[in-house]
């Protein structure tokens, strides 16, 4: 059929800004910046059926609070390769979500409001490749990646194994228990290109046990995860919770509150970085949210508390 | 060198993101997938050997015209939030070796409390054979998952839906399981409906006046 197409193409326009009570006027958050991009999503088939998915996903990133020739970046957000080996086994190649967590069951992506995995890993998407497989009652993921994040590097034996077992998607309740372990680098940014900015150059020693639930229940969603391992020799813990409500007569407004909270040293006291957030959001149409978000730290470890308000206009269509 | 490599690509890669804006592409709002179309297309078609995914968009497909086309076999008008023209309906054709022994389609629905996701397998024909919701937000959503609920569906064709006004029709028959929410009921019926005209549109092309 002339008009059909084995072929998914957006364009994306990320338009963020605010006001912090730490930084003045903002333009950025750790995740989302200032930026246009697209998103490729292909299907690759033979006469007998579909066996190879790919995604790319890449965004022109500008940090008005930098000079011009730091301020513009690229990012890429996904660019992997999945192989459908059968129906229940999958390899995939690229650069995607370790596997672990509530990051493998919601899209973040373009969100204000964000899962524990920055606290927890540093960052949400990773370099290397990914085994994904269904049994009668559940699915697993388990990747092996570099341990870098955005950028491609490896350095100080850098390396990241995650594991993941669920409920298959799309469950009014899902849930799912997460392990990783790995030398992970500590960077900054989301640029891939030039390299985000690597604060050490020795990793960080990390492991952790998971676990994350996500209830639809009528018009809300609510989301939970909770996080316990070790950063080098501290033990650490981080847990979130978040609802999020959709009225049922103006189903182009959602309201979302989040608590979100990741302890730095269980043997120390208030090592914690607490935040408490307030989400907006309102479709103008299937391809156009507005967004805005009140943040409140109820502590931050090592660093000033901060008071933040965002708003955030995102295209994401034709 | 690197560095002057880095800002050349980057340069080329923000005017090309800027310079597409201006440019006409396929697809815009996410639309109804499967979310699990390996483990659910086996369930459905245990003989089947594998599937091909296709997209399918009205704006491509004949745009306002055959919007309008297919508002008049539904009577009723397109809700601008769940059904925009460029919205991308994911068709997957179900293969037996290399022949075709089925469809899976889904697509969203404004239901009372939120999004219904309305999935039908069918066989070449465009006869029901499947039906299940992938989403339903309702405070009485169990009932309307109800196999007994859900079965009524099974053997119905685009004809039936056509006939809907007719009390003595196959689609009559089909009794609201729900107490309270009539609405998530009549809006399952409407999404079953567009199911099935968008497959006739896009997939068997049937064409026929109504």
């Known amino acids: ?318 | 060198m690197e560095n002057k490599t880095q800002t050349v690509i980057l340069a080329i890669f923000v005017a090309v993101s800027i310079l597409s804006f201006g440019c006409g592409a396929a697809f815009a709002a996410v639309g109804c997938e499967l979310n699990d179309p390996d483990r659910d297309i086996q369930k459905i078609f245990p003989q089947s050997t594998g599937y091909k995914t296709s997209y399918f968009t009205i704006q491509e497909a004949g745009g306002e015209k055959l919007k309008k086309e297919v508002e008049e076999k539904l009577k009723d008008v397109f809700d601008p939030l769940y059904e925009s023209l460029d919205v991308p309906y994911s068709y997957y054709t179900i293969l037996k070796g290399k022949d075709v022994i089925g469809y899976v389609h889904g697509v969203n629905q404004k239901g009372i409390y939120g999004a219904i996701q309305i999935i039908l397998a069918t066989d070449p024909e465009g006869k029901i054979i499947a039906f299940y919701y992938q989403k339903i937000s309702s405070p009485e959503a169990s009932k309307f998952r109800y196999k007994s609920f859900t079965d009524k569906f099974i053997g119905l064709t685009l004809a039936d839906f056509y006939h809907s006004d007719n009390p003595a029709g196959k689609v009559a028959d089909i009794k609201d399981p729900s107490e309270k929410n009539h609405g998530d009921f009549k809006a399952t019926i409407r999404g079953t409906k567009k199911n099935l005209i968008l497959l006739d549109t896009f997939i068997l092309k049937g064409g026929k006046s109504i």
């Open chain 1, 1 to 318: 059929m002339a008009f059909a197409s084995d072929f998914l193409f957006y364009k994306e326009l990320n338009l963020i800004g605010g006001y912090s009570r730490k930084n003045g006027w903002v333009g950025k958050t750790q995740e989302l910046s200032n930026s246009a991009g697209f998103e490729h999503y292909a299907k690759f088939s033979s006469d007998y059926g579909d066996y190879l998915t790919t995604d790319l996903q890449v965004r022109g990133a500008y940090d008005a609070n930098q000079r011009f020739s730091d301020a513009v970046s690229c990012e890429i957000h996904n660019a992997w390769a999945e192989y459908r080996v059968n129906n229940g086994l999958k390899i995939k190649g690229g650069h995607f979500e370790p596997a672990f967590g509530l990051e493998q069951v919601i899209d973040a992506h373009s969100t204000i409001l964000q899962t524990l995995v920055m606290e927890d890993i540093g960052y949400t998407k990773d370099w290397g490749v990914e085994l994904r497989g269904s049994l009668s009652g559940f699915d697993y993921w388990v990747a092996l990646q570099l341990g870098s994040g955005m950028s491609i590097r490896r350095i100080d034996s850098s390396y990241l194994v995650s594991a993941r077992v669920g409920t298959p998607a799309g469950r009014e309740f899902q849930y799912g228990i997460s392990a990783l372990c790995g030398n992970v680098l500590d960077t900054e940014g989301m640029s891939t290109f030039p390299k985000n900015h690597l604060l050490s150059d020795k990793v960080i020693l990390k492991e952790r046990i998971g676990f994350d639930c996500l209830y639809n229940w009528n018009s809300f969603v609510l989301k939970g995860e909770t996080a316990f391992g070790v950063n080098d020799n501290s033990n650490v813990i981080g847990y979130l919770v978040e609802t999020d409500y959709t009225p049922p007569r103006a189903q182009n407004w959602e309201f979302e509150t989040q608590f979100q909270s990741f302890v730095n040293d269980l043997g120390s006291s208030r090592t914690d970085n607490s935040t408490l957030s307030v989400g907006l959001s309102y479709k103008l149409s299937q391809a156009i949210t507005l967004r805005a978000a009140f943040m409140h730290d109820l502590n931050q470890y090592h660093q000033e508390r901060d008071t933040e308000f965002l708003v955030q206009f995102y295209y994401y269509g034709k």
